[in-house]
């Protein structure tokens, strides 16, 4: 599939299919735990494949676990039947330790079990794109040397911070790559922890490893998507655009409106139904009035797609996960 034609017939379509990050519900339509599912390609696979049976959506993607890759460097992961994966500890506390650090094979860990996960997924589902769920390359580092020191090692350490960041980037281009080989037509890369970040500070140590990762695996047909689900992303938007991804995915954190004002008419946006208050903690008609503001506000954009602002929680009631695919079709129906 030439996926720079499908954003181009993305931008031409005035009536666009929603896109949200939507795979760790599938825990319930299959019965599974979530430390099952994480531990487990064929029931990822078989959650997607079902999650696409049912929503109509712009493309299906895979689980936004920001542990997997940590993980394969040797961090510990806390696991737990109701909550996504998180890691704890840190791997890395001196300049020492950062160069001893060791780039793992991509199969380490579950990231073996993720990549053959997209593999079947590509199988299953043939009527739209399947793009896999990756970090970026300061929320790993930060995960390596647990993500409050990072924010500090920045100013102290700044060395040892660019040595892990390196290492983690020269991982993550080889692991975009086997998900590129096992068939996927691209990435989400989750680069949360840099909207953390001030904006000299996010180019420093965020935007210059992104784009090292975006020119080493980015072609006509395999995208980089990238997330930031930080408060401030309007700050850094320069920053951010220079990485050149292919389209841009942003949180709740700030005004999906707003965000379109900064960016190139050309660029495809995504955004931003608050994943956690709305989709997991609001109502039926909650998420439906959320859902038509931000289409009301944003819908006039033709480079805009909604979405979820993150990742969609396990626990997520389908009842507002439907709730917000009815507030699209209701909404386009509305203001044909």
């Not at 720079?4 to 017939?9: A, C, F, G, P, R």
């Not at 049912?54 to 920001?66: E, G, I």
């Not at 094979?105 to 993720?114: F, L, T, V």
Request: aromatic share 8%; hydrophobic share 40%.
């Amino acid at each position: 599939m030439n996926m720079k034609q499908w954003l181009e017939t993305i931008k031409q379509t005035p009536r666009k299919k929603p896109m949200p990050i939507l795979s760790f519900p599938s825990v319930s339509l299959l019965d599974v735990t979530v430390r099952e599912l994480t531990d487990s390609s064929e029931l990822q696979a078989n959650g997607m494949k079902r999650i696409a049976d049912s929503k109509d959506t712009l493309a299906s993607v895979s689980m936004m676990d920001l542990s997997v890759e940590a993980e394969a460097f040797g961090a510990q992961v806390r696991f737990s039947d109701d909550e996504v994966p998180t890691v704890i500890g840190a791997l890395v506390t001196s300049p020492q330790e950062a160069e001893a650090l060791t780039v793992p094979d991509i199969k380490a860990a579950r990231c073996g079990k993720y990549i053959k996960a997209a593999q079947t997924a590509c199988t299953l589902i043939t009527d739209r794109p399947v793009f896999a769920g990756v970090i970026g390359p300061f929320s790993l580092a930060g995960r390596l040397m647990d993500v409050s020191e990072a924010m500090i090692y920045c100013y102290t350490e700044p060395e040892m911070v660019h040595t892990v960041l390196q290492k983690a980037t020269d991982f993550l281009i080889q692991y975009i790559r086997a998900y590129k080989e096992s068939g996927a037509n691209g990435v989400v890369m989750a680069e949360p922890l840099t909207g953390m970040l001030s904006p000299e500070l996010a180019k420093e140590f965020s935007e210059g490893y992104v784009r090292q990762i975006v020119e080493a695996v980015q072609t006509d047909d395999f995208l980089v998507i990238y997330h930031n689900c930080g408060n401030n992303v309007l700050l850094m938007m320069d920053s951010i655009l220079s990485t050149k991804a292919a389209a841009y995915h942003f949180g709740n954190a700030v005004s999906m409106k707003e965000v379109l004002r900064n960016v190139p008419s050309d660029t495809v946006v995504m955004g931003n139904v608050d994943p956690a208050g709305q989709i997991r903690s609001g109502t039926p008609e909650s998420v439906k009035a959320e859902t038509k503001r931000i289409l009301s506000e944003c819908h006039a954009y033709p480079n805009f797609v909604i979405s979820s602002g993150c990742d969609i929680p396990p626990a997520s009631p389908w009842e507002n996960i439907d709730a917000f695919f009815a507030a699209v079709e209701e909404f386009y129906n509305e203001n044909a």
